[in-house]
Nanobody, 121 residues
Framework: QVQLVESGGDLGQPGGSLRLSCAAS????????MVWSRQAPGEERELVAQ???????NYADSVKGRFTISRDNAKNTVYLQMNSLKPEDTAVYYC???????????????WGQGTLVTVSS
């Protein structure tokens, strides 16, 4: 069974930086896409950034130039480097992996449990 575990959520200062990690486990052969989304209190979940296995990336306009997504395919891990943090970045950040191939089956998508990022002085 494939599982995703996020880490790195914390209290950050406005203008500061945080780095999130998401590690996938479960006899994984390959993962096509890895995605970071976030959900602020009272808001709908929104896409933050995504990265394909080939390295193509895409970002929400609200984080372009401040956040960077990267992945280590050998470790089945995706990272989100968040710089120039703003209070409006406060949210639970979720990791998602898509088109996951294991030795026994293919998973269309798997979500992590989320990690809380709070940006406040």
């Amino acid at each position: 069974q494939v599982q995703l575990v996020e880490s790195g959520g914390d209290l950050g200062q406005p203008g500061g930086s945080l780095r999130l990690s998401c590690a996938a486990s479960g006899n994984i052969f390959s993962i096509h896409g890895m995605v970071w989304s976030r959900q602020a209190p009272g808001e709908e979940r929104e896409l933050v950034a995504q990265c394909t296995s080939g390295g193509s990336t895409n970002y929400a306009d609200s984080v372009k130039g401040r956040f960077t997504i990267s992945r280590d395919n050998a470790k089945n891990t995706v990272y989100l480097q968040m710089n120039s943090l703003k209070p409006e970045d406060t949210a639970v950040y979720y990791c998602k992996a898509t088109s996951i191939a294991t030795m026994t089956r293919m998973y269309p998508e798997v979500w992590g449990q989320g990690t809380l990022v709070t940006v406040s002085s």
